[in-house]
T-cell receptor
Framework: DAGVTQSPTHLIKTRGQQVTLRCSPK?????VSWYQQALGQGPQFIFQ???????QRGNFPDRFSGHQFPNYSSELNVNALLLGDSALYLC???????????????FGPGTRLTVL | GDSVTQMEGPVTLSEEAFLTINCTYT??????LFWYVQYPGEGLQLLLK?????DKGSNKGFEATYRKETTSFHLEKGSVQVSDSAVYFC?????????????FGTGTQLKVEL
């Protein structure tokens, strides 16, 4: 049973560039969430996708956008990169069960983004 | 808004020592509570969870009890091993805004020495 996978593993970009990160959810899951984890900090929620729509968003600027595809995989796009965007980006998947908030989220290994 | 407060680390213990990592929370609704563990260079792994008051989550010798009266979810293990060295995150989720985002604490690093 494949877990959550993310690509690429590492990425180096320069300020002002754009980046796309990818996530494939755990088999059978239909909901994908993205988190940003700065060094030495806890993960911060970016947004969550369900049925190809963004259904909840954290306190991140519009430079952060996403997409979910019909096969439930997802992309995170960040435009106009800033030095402060350097972080580990984590994808988590879960199965929506009747709107229950107890749905457990399972995390991928993350993508380490460095902005120079 | 929702928030989670964890004891600061690093926590350094000898092998077979007793572990407690404190976690308290503030939530606008009735949260579910989680402990996640992060090993060096890896993503987060679910360690245990509890969804209602007085529930006890347990896994791999770790336990935590959902205490609504004290808004706490402290992590305990009776005898730690070197392999338990990692960063531990307490987290909560409430179903607000149509989704179930996780709110994390800042993490507590555990170092276990021989």
């Amino acid at each position: 049973d494949a877990g959550v996978t993310q690509s690429p593993t590492h990425l180096i970009k320069t300020r002002g560039q754009q980046v796309t990160l990818r996530c494939s959810p755990k088999s059978g899951h239909d909901t994908v969430s993205w988190y940003q984890q700065a060094l030495g900090q806890g993960p911060q929620f970016i947004f969550q996708y369900y049925e190809e729509e963004e259904r909840q968003r954290g306190n991140f600027p519009d430079r952060f956008s996403g997409h979910q595809f019909p096969n439930y995989s997802s992309e995170l796009n960040v435009n106009a990169l800033l030095l402060g965007d350097s972080a580990l980006y984590l994808c988590a998947s879960s199965l929506q069960t009747s709107g229950s908030y107890t749905d457990t989220q399972y995390f991928g290994p993350g993508t380490r983004l460095t902005v120079l | 808004g929702d928030s989670v407060t964890q004891m600061e680390g690093p926590v350094t213990l000898s092998e077979e020592a007793f572990l407690t990592i404190n976690c308290t929370y503030t939530a606008t609704g009735y949260p579910s509570l989680f402990w996640y563990v992060q090993y060096p260079g890896e993503g987060l792994q679910l360690l245990l969870k509890a969804t209602k008051a007085d529930d006890k989550g347990s896994n791999k010798g770790f336990e935590a009890t959902y205490r609504k009266e004290t808004t706490s979810f402290h992590l305990e293990k009776g005898s730690v091993q070197v392999s338990d060295s990692a960063v531990y995150f307490c987290a909560l989720t409430t179903f607000t805004g149509g989704g179930n985002k996780l709110t994390f604490g800042t993490g507590t690093q555990l170092k276990v020495e021989l």
